[in-house]
């Protein structure tokens, strides 16, 4: 079945970097395009970014210029590179592709 695992996540000041990983199996890794979302306490979740097979990637507005999408192919995973953070910032994040929903890594941005 398909798994999706995330890591990375912590607990970092404002102005701060991180990235976050997800490791994808039981599925064709490259026929697929990979997201990130994120939800924050008592808000939905929404779209961060995303990376298609094709190497096309697309950002929400509120990280564009901080935010990098990545994949490699040959370890199965999808990167996050988190720049520049914000409090704002601060959700779970979330790896996701067509239906499957990874379990989530905690970001916490401090100010």
């Known amino acids: 079945q398909v798994q999706l695992v995330e890591s990375g996540g912590g607990l970092v000041q404002a102005g701060g970097s991180l990235r976050l990983s997800c490791a994808a199996s039981?599925?064709?890794?490259?026929?697929?395009?990979m997201g990130w979302f994120r939800q924050a306490p008592g808000k939905d979740r929404e779209f961060v970014a995303s990376?298609?097979?094709?190497?096309?990637?697309a950002y929400a507005d509120s990280v564009k210029g901080r935010f990098t999408i990545s994949r490699d192919g040959a370890k199965n995973t999808v990167y996050l590179q988190m720049n520049s953070l914000k409090p704002e910032d601060t959700a779970v994040y979330y790896c996701?592709?067509?239906?499957?929903w990874g379990q989530g890594t905690q970001v916490t941005v401090s100010s």
């Open positions: 990376a298609s097979k094709t190497g096309t990637t």
């Open positions: 996701a592709v067509q239906n499957y």
């Open positions: 039981g599925l064709a890794f490259s026929s697929y395009t």
